[in-house]
C-alpha cells in the first residue's frame, strides 16, 4: 500500500463555481498512478499526470499536462499533518512562482484538493479548491 492509493478511483469534483469528474488509476504493474481530470460545463478544461515514486529515493515524482499547454514537473511527499503535497521544485511559467496541490482531509471517499502559488515557497496563496466525493456504480 502507498500514500497515493487513496486517490485510485473514479471522483467527482465540485468548486466554487464549477465541477468536474476525475478518474485515477493505477498501472504498469501497479507501480503508476494515472489521472485524468476533465471539467465539466461552459469553460471546458482537462488534463492529465503520471505519479512515480523514485525507486532509489522513495520519494513521488508527477508530471501534469493539460488542455491549456502547462506542462509541470513535481515532487511529492506527506506532510506532518497527514496531507500529500506534490510542489514544483522551482519556479515555473511566467508567473516565476513556485506551485503545489496539496490533498487533504482524505477519508475513503472524500478528500479536499488545493491549487495553491507562492513566490518565495514559504508563504502559500490557494488559487482553487476542489471538493472530491468519490463515484459509486
Same mark, same amino acid.
Given at each position: 500500500?502507498?500514500?497515493?492509493? !487513496? ?16 478518474? /485515477? ?68 511559467? *511566467? ?7 496539496? !490533498?487533504?482531509? /482524505?477519508? *475513503?471517499?472524500? !478528500?479536499?484538493?488545493?491549487? *495553491? ?21
Amino acid at each position: 500500500m502507498s500514500e497515493l492509493d !487513496f486517490w485510485v478511483g473514479d471522483w467527482d469534483a465540485a468548486w466554487d463555481g464549477g465541477a468536474g469528474r476525475n478518474s /485515477v488509476t493505477r498501472e504498469l504493474g501497479g507501480r503508476v498512478y494515472v489521472e485524468r481530470f476533465e471539467a465539466l460545463g461552459d469553460e471546458p478544461f482537462s488534463g492529465m499526470s503520471i505519479s512515480v515514486r523514485h525507486a532509489g529515493t522513495g520519494q513521488w515524482r508527477q508530471t501534469w499536462a493539460d488542455s491549456e499547454g502547462s506542462y509541470w514537473s513535481f515532487v511529492g511527499s506527506v506532510l506532518a499533518d497527514g496531507s500529500f503535497v506534490f510542489a514544483t521544485p522551482d519556479r515555473v511559467d *511566467e508567473e516565476q512562482a513556485f506551485k503545489r496541490m496539496v !490533498f487533504s482531509d /482524505v477519508t *475513503e471517499d472524500a !478528500f479536499h484538493w488545493r491549487w *495553491e502559488r507562492s513566490p518565495d515557497g514559504v508563504v502559500w496563496e490557494q488559487r482553487w479548491a476542489i471538493d472530491y466525493t468519490r463515484r459509486r456504480p
